[in-house]
Nanobody, 126 residues
């Protein structure tokens, strides 16, 4: 399995921006669909965004569409989540995940992902 480490979280004011990174090691991510999920206190883990192996297909949760952008640099073995216009309801621990199945498009389901990072905290507050 690939090992994933997230970074870039922190405290930001409403309307601000953050860029999360997910650095992979152990295997190249070029054969994986990659996803970002988040979990707020007392809530279930939810889908945020996903990107296909080649980067040609992306998927977003309705709650972040137009504000968040997922991207990947397979040469750097890294996936990114650019988060703009942040809202207090975006506060959560954000997790990076990898799916090494041969499905054609990345899934929105957490159960479809095989490898997970430890998470990075994002807090949006004034």
């Amino acid at each position: 399995q690939v090992q994933l480490v997230e970074s870039g979280g922190g405290l930001v004011q409403p309307g601000g921006s953050l860029r999360l990174s997910c650095a992979a090691s152990g295997r190249t991510i070029s054969s994986y669909h990659m996803g970002w999920f988040r979990q707020a206190p007392g809530k279930e883990r939810e889908f945020v965004a996903a990107i296909a192996r080649s980067g040609g297909v992306t998927r977003y949760a309705d709650s972040v569409k137009g504000r968040f952008t997922i991207s990947r640099d397979n040469a750097e073995n890294t996936v990114y989540l650019q988060m703009n216009s942040l809202k207090p309801e975006d506060t959560a621990v954000y997790y990076c995940a990898a799916d090494d199945t041969d499905r054609l498009y990345p899934s929105r389901g957490a159960g479809e992902y095989d490898s997970w990072g430890q998470g990075t905290q994002v807090t949006v507050s004034s």
